[in-house]
Each structure stands twice: as structure tokens, then as C-alpha cells.
């Protein structure tokens, strides 16, 4: 699979992509969102695109279908790191600016200043100051 998400860490949830996501693996970590703010309620993403990353299925979005309103009540921040080259096409993809909760892109040297950013305390020592 293409895109793994870890639930084990409430309220920071993580999501590692690599190679090419094709749509059927996009709306699986939908559902999985979805099942998970019901459950939990509120929480923050971090997203990291693998040094593999290829591409996501243009058919899949975040706003195609009726679970895109349950996500973005629940997200409160979300953080994407990844290769600068993918700085556009991750803010397209999740509407960076369009939506009520901040989106920020980290590159790969960036990953513990983007949970820091989340808020993280697992990584809080790690980072001295965080940009607003």
C-alpha cells in the first residue's frame, strides 16, 4: 500500500505516502479519518511524502465525496512534508488556503520542526522555536 496512516497517537495522526496512490488507497485513509474523528473527535495530520513519492490518482481529492465535511470539522492543523518539488501539487491536492484549519509544507530536513508546529510534545525538546 501506497499510503499508511498511524491512529496511535491521538490527537496527532500520521500519514506516510510513497510510490503512486491510486484512488481506492486515497478513500481508504478517508474512511479511516472519518471512522476516526467520530470516534475521537478533533485532531492534527501529519502527512510526509517518502523520498519515493510519485504521484496521487488526479480522481482523487479530499473534497470529492459527502465524508470531505466530517474531515475538515475534525482536522485542526495539518502539516505536509516532502520534497520542496511538491510543495504545489500537496497544497492543491489537500486546498491548502481554501479551508478553516492552517496547512503547512515542511521539506524533508523540516520533519521535527512540523511536528513541533502541530504541537507535538513527543517532540517538543527537539525544537527550540517554532515559525509561525
Known amino acids: 500500500m501506497s499510503m499508511i ?41 501529519f502527512v510526509y511524502l517518502e523520498e519515493g513519492f510519485e504521484q496521487i490518482d488526479p480522481h482523487s481529492d479530499w473534497s470529492d465525496d459527502n465524508q470531505d465535511e466530517v474531515i475538515q470539522d475534525h482536522v485542526q492543523q495539518l502539516a505536509i512534508v516532502g ?24 521539506n524533508h530536513a523540516e520533519q521535527t520542526l512540523a511536528w513541533a508546529w502541530l504541537g507535538d510534545p513527543r517532540h517538543s525538546e527537539e525544537v527550540v522555536a517554532v515559525p509561525h
Request: hydrophobic share 45%; glycine share 6%.
Open 5 to 45: 496512516i498511524d491512529l496511535n497517537h491521538h490527537p496527532f495522526l500520521e500519514v506516510r505516502v510513497s510510490g503512486s496512490v491510486n484512488r481506492v488507497e486515497a478513500d481508504d485513509i478517508k474512511h479511516q479519518l472519518v471512522a476516526h474523528a467520530k470516534a475521537y473527535g478533533e485532531f492534527k495530520v
Open 83 to 106: 520534497d520542496e518539488k511538491w510543495r504545489d501539487s500537496a497544497m492543491i491536492f489537500f486546498l491548502g488556503g481554501l479551508l478553516s484549519f492552517p496547512i503547512k509544507f515542511f
